[in-house]
């Protein structure tokens, strides 16, 4: 896909992964649709993009809430005419044993990280399908192929978000020409260890710090451009992308 001029919607666009996708995608000429809940960071975002040239708009949406997706994509459609791109990157992930059972936190991840990714999804591909056309990259993770202690549900989400993707490119690519791609980063240095309450595992995550330089979520952006430029006959349909001193 040639970028210049094309139209993304960003979710989780407020911090980490989603930002730096942004910054990337308006450097290469896309209209960005800043997507999250804090609109006071999409807001100090668009103009950094802006400083530089890029264009986009601030969108105030929780993914989790039909009306507010629905609003949203309404929004960007009226400033930019349609949708070519959709980044679904918006995710939770608070650590903890099963036993804890922070069910608050189970249901939390489950929402955002599989209904919030279904509810844009839904909201989007109409779009997508009328014009023939698209790219739909959803956040998967090194936890949506393989299994940990104390990322149960985490790992459950995006287990269903590597399902989803690979199915959809199955039903979506040969009869609408939209391509789909699961991105599966492993450690990346993001504000989702943030979101950890579990003393033990947010010590954990502090310790993994010292022990490997993490992904950045520049190095996830570029991965993001790779498969967007890649030729229209061409899905790269899997990014699994490590830190290379992650071994596991």
Request: net charge neutral.
């Amino acid at each position: 896909m040639n970028t210049q001029s094309k139209v993304a919607l960003i979710t989780g666009a407020s911090s980490g992964i989603g930002e730096g996708v942004a910054k990337l995608l308006a450097a290469n000429g896309v209209k960005v649709g800043l997507a999250a809940r804090r609109k006071d960071k999409l807001e100090g975002l668009l103009k950094d993009i802006k400083s530089k040239g890029g264009e986009g708009i601030v969108i105030e949406m929780d993914v989790t809430d039909q009306h507010s997706v629905g609003k949203g994509i309404e929004s960007l459609v009226k400033a930019y005419g349609t949708i070519d791109i959709l980044v679904n990157n918006a995710g939770l992930m608070p650590l903890s044993d099963v036993e804890s059972l922070k069910l608050d936190e189970w249901h939390k991840m489950v929402d955002v990280n599989v209904k919030g990714l279904l509810n844009v999804t839904a909201a989007v591909l109409p779009i997508l399908m009328k014009q023939n056309s698209g790219h739909i990259f959803n956040l998967s993770s090194i936890a949506g192929r393989k299994l940990f202690a104390g990322l149960s549900v985490y790992c459950a989400t995006k287990h269903a978000v590597a399902a989803f993707s690979d199915i959809m490119r199955m039903e979506l690519a040969p009869k609408y020409k939209i391509r789909v791609t699961s991105l599966q980063p492993g450690a990346v240095a993001t504000e989702l260890y943030d979101q950890i309450t579990d003393p033990k595992y947010k010590q954990n995550m502090e310790d993994l710090k010292g022990q490997m330089t993490f992904l950045t979520p520049e190095d996830i952006a570029h991965s993001v451009l790779y498969a967007l430029q890649a030729p229209d006959h061409v899905n790269v349909s899997e990014i699994f992308i490590l830190p290379t001193e992650q071994g596991w």
